[in-house]
Protein backbone atom coordinates (compact mmCIF):
# COMPACT_ATOMS: atom_id res chain seq x y z
CA UNK A 1 0.00 0.00 0.00
CA UNK A 2 2.63 2.32 0.67
CA UNK A 3 4.67 1.55 -2.21
CA UNK A 4 1.07 2.54 -4.06
CA UNK A 5 0.83 6.07 -2.34
CA UNK A 6 4.29 7.05 -3.06
CA UNK A 7 3.99 5.68 -7.35
CA UNK A 8 0.80 7.90 -7.48
CA UNK A 9 2.41 11.02 -4.95
CA UNK A 10 5.57 10.59 -8.58
CA UNK A 11 3.16 10.18 -11.01
CA UNK A 12 1.14 13.42 -9.26
CA UNK A 13 4.22 15.67 -9.23
CA UNK A 14 5.37 14.22 -12.63
CA UNK A 15 2.07 15.51 -14.26
CA UNK A 16 1.93 18.81 -12.18
CA UNK A 17 5.79 19.43 -13.23
CA UNK A 18 4.49 18.67 -17.30
CA UNK A 19 1.86 20.76 -17.31
CA UNK A 20 3.85 23.94 -15.73
CA UNK A 21 6.61 23.30 -18.47
CA UNK A 22 3.86 23.03 -20.99
CA UNK A 23 2.54 26.88 -19.64
CA UNK A 24 5.55 28.27 -19.67
CA UNK A 25 6.55 26.91 -23.18
CA UNK A 26 3.02 28.08 -24.47
CA UNK A 27 3.64 31.60 -22.54
CA UNK A 28 6.86 31.84 -24.36
CA UNK A 29 5.20 30.84 -27.77
CA UNK A 30 2.90 33.57 -27.40
CA UNK A 31 5.31 35.93 -26.57
CA UNK A 32 7.63 35.27 -29.94
CA UNK A 33 5.05 35.23 -31.71
CA UNK A 34 3.33 38.53 -30.91
CA UNK A 35 7.00 40.49 -30.57
CA UNK A 36 7.61 38.39 -34.26
CA UNK A 37 4.28 40.54 -35.28
CA UNK A 38 5.42 43.84 -33.75
CA UNK A 39 8.71 43.52 -35.46
CA UNK A 40 7.54 42.31 -38.74
CA UNK A 41 5.12 45.10 -38.94
CA UNK A 42 8.00 48.04 -37.48
CA UNK A 43 10.06 46.68 -40.55
CA UNK A 44 7.45 46.35 -43.46
CA UNK A 45 6.79 50.57 -42.32
CA UNK A 46 10.34 51.19 -42.20
CA UNK A 47 11.09 50.03 -45.40
CA UNK A 48 7.84 51.61 -47.07
CA UNK A 49 5.61 48.31 -47.99
CA UNK A 50 2.54 49.34 -46.30
CA UNK A 51 0.50 46.99 -48.27
CA UNK A 52 2.89 44.19 -46.23
CA UNK A 53 2.00 46.51 -43.05
CA UNK A 54 -1.60 45.89 -43.78
CA UNK A 55 -1.48 42.17 -42.94
CA UNK A 56 -1.47 43.55 -39.19
CA UNK A 57 -3.83 45.91 -39.32
CA UNK A 58 -7.27 45.31 -37.76
CA UNK A 59 -9.39 44.33 -40.93
CA UNK A 60 -11.63 46.84 -38.94
CA UNK A 61 -9.50 49.85 -39.84
CA UNK A 62 -7.61 48.62 -42.81
CA UNK A 63 -9.77 50.90 -45.35
CA UNK A 64 -8.90 54.19 -43.05
CA UNK A 65 -5.18 52.97 -42.75
CA UNK A 66 -5.05 52.36 -46.60
CA UNK A 67 -6.80 55.86 -47.62
CA UNK A 68 -4.00 57.44 -45.20
CA UNK A 69 -1.09 55.83 -46.80
CA UNK A 70 -1.79 56.75 -50.20
CA UNK A 71 -2.70 60.39 -49.46
CA UNK A 72 -1.55 62.92 -52.01
CA UNK A 73 0.93 65.11 -51.74
CA UNK A 74 1.31 64.88 -48.27
CA UNK A 75 3.60 61.36 -48.06
CA UNK A 76 4.46 59.93 -45.14
CA UNK A 77 8.40 58.49 -44.86
CA UNK A 78 9.52 56.89 -42.10
CA UNK A 79 12.86 56.98 -41.53
CA UNK A 80 13.35 54.75 -38.46
CA UNK A 81 11.07 52.64 -36.56
CA UNK A 82 12.43 50.90 -33.16
CA UNK A 83 10.22 48.40 -31.05
CA UNK A 84 10.62 49.45 -27.28
CA UNK A 85 9.12 46.94 -25.92
CA UNK A 86 6.15 44.59 -25.98
CA UNK A 87 4.50 43.00 -22.56
CA UNK A 88 2.10 40.37 -22.71
CA UNK A 89 -1.25 40.65 -20.50
CA UNK A 90 -2.96 38.27 -18.60
CA UNK A 91 -5.24 37.77 -20.98
CA UNK A 92 -4.23 35.24 -23.35
CA UNK A 93 -5.28 37.09 -26.43
CA UNK A 94 -3.84 40.70 -25.45
CA UNK A 95 -0.24 42.07 -25.54
CA UNK A 96 0.83 45.70 -25.40
CA UNK A 97 3.77 47.25 -26.83
CA UNK A 98 5.49 50.92 -27.56
CA UNK A 99 7.48 51.88 -30.40
CA UNK A 100 9.39 55.03 -31.18
CA UNK A 101 9.81 55.84 -35.18
CA UNK A 102 10.85 58.75 -37.27
CA UNK A 103 8.87 60.05 -40.17
CA UNK A 104 9.20 62.86 -42.99
CA UNK A 105 5.95 64.12 -43.73
CA UNK A 106 6.74 65.62 -47.40
CA UNK A 107 6.34 67.83 -48.93
CA UNK A 108 7.70 69.41 -45.36
CA UNK A 109 11.05 67.72 -45.35
CA UNK A 110 10.70 67.96 -41.07
CA UNK A 111 11.70 64.89 -39.74
CA UNK A 112 9.39 64.20 -36.10
CA UNK A 113 9.91 61.54 -33.47
CA UNK A 114 6.78 59.97 -31.99
CA UNK A 115 5.94 57.42 -29.88
CA UNK A 116 2.96 54.59 -29.85
CA UNK A 117 1.52 52.89 -27.97
CA UNK A 118 0.06 49.49 -29.61
CA UNK A 119 -2.50 46.96 -27.65
CA UNK A 120 -2.11 43.76 -30.36
CA UNK A 121 -5.16 40.89 -30.09
CA UNK A 122 -4.99 37.86 -31.48
CA UNK A 123 -7.47 36.94 -33.82
CA UNK A 124 -8.33 32.74 -33.83
CA UNK A 125 -9.98 32.40 -36.72
CA UNK A 126 -6.81 34.23 -38.87
CA UNK A 127 -4.28 32.89 -36.08
CA UNK A 128 -3.20 36.39 -36.46
CA UNK A 129 -2.12 39.00 -34.25
CA UNK A 130 -3.49 42.87 -35.15
CA UNK A 131 -3.54 46.00 -34.20
CA UNK A 132 -5.58 49.47 -34.29
CA UNK A 133 -3.31 52.21 -35.84
CA UNK A 134 -3.25 55.48 -33.99
CA UNK A 135 -2.69 57.10 -37.62
CA UNK A 136 -3.90 60.84 -36.16
CA UNK A 137 -0.35 60.16 -34.65
CA UNK A 138 1.24 59.18 -38.30
CA UNK A 139 -0.22 62.19 -40.13
CA UNK A 140 0.91 64.84 -37.18
CA UNK A 141 0.45 68.77 -37.85
CA UNK A 142 -0.27 69.61 -41.38
CA UNK A 143 1.74 72.06 -42.84
Same mark, same amino acid.
Given at each position: ? *????? %???? @????? &? =??? !?? &??? +???????????????????? !? +?? /?? @??? %????????? +??????????????????????? =??? &????????? %??? +???? @? #? !??? &??? #??????? @????????? =???????? /??? *? /????
Amino acid at each position: M *QRNST %ALAL @IALGT &L =TAC !LN &LGH +RLEGEREYRVKDAVEAYANS !L +RW /GR @IET %ALRWVDPEV +REGFVSFAQQEPTTVQFTDYAVQ =TVE &LAEDPNRAD %AWV +RFEM @I #R !LPA &LQE #RSVVEHQ @IWKYHHETK =TWFFRPDV /GLY *Q /GPRR
